[in-house]
């Protein structure tokens, strides 16, 4: 069973994303809504990966968008999920028509309109540039 909440989410999250529109995207989130992804240890130095309202979610989100553009951030996607009425789910693929990209799924939990958890897991391509990033990091610290 398919809600207008979930196609509505599904394409405004990857619009408001794609354009940097952080209270877009916030608009998206309950206020208590958890994010979890390997990226906020990242971007933000901290040991977790799990945040927790928008404060801490809309924070990640600003500091993400200072960051851009990367060219390995192509935003491409088939137009099309997959739902059981609570549960939105998405790829954006390594292979893109214009080269590869950072390979995520997206999975979010959606209640009341609004996105209640949202995890974003990461394909091995965009895993190893995180590894990289943060062994060049380390390396950097004790220079």
Do not use: C, F
């Given at each position: 069973m398919n809600s207008p909440a979930i196609g509505r989410i599904h394409r405004q999250w990857n619009d408001f994303a794609k354009s940097g529109d952080v209270d877009g995207l916030i608009g998206l989130y309950s206020p208590s809504a958890v994010l979890e992804t390997p990226l906020i240890p990242a971007i933000l130095d901290c040991p977790s990966g799990v945040l927790r309202g928008h404060d801490a979610i809309r924070h990640f989100f600003e500091e993400g968008t200072k960051r851009r553009p990367n060219e390995l951030v192509r935003?491409?996607?088939?137009?099309k999920y997959f739902t059981d009425g609570?549960?939105?789910?998405?790829?954006?693929?390594?292979?893109?028509?214009?080269?590869?990209?950072?390979?995520?799924?997206?999975?979010?939990?959606?209640?009341?309109?609004?996105?209640?958890?949202?995890?974003?897991?990461w394909g091995w391509f965009g895993t190893e540039?995180?590894?990289?990033?943060?062994?060049?990091?380390?390396?950097?610290?004790?220079?």
């Open positions: 935003w491409y996607r088939a137009d609570k549960t939105l789910i998405w790829e954006y693929p390594r292979e893109t028509p214009s080269g590869d990209q950072v390979d995520i799924l997206e999975v979010m939990e959606i209640e009341r309109n609004l996105i209640q958890h949202h995890r974003i897991y540039l995180l590894i990289r990033t943060a062994v060049n990091k380390a390396i950097a610290a004790k220079s």
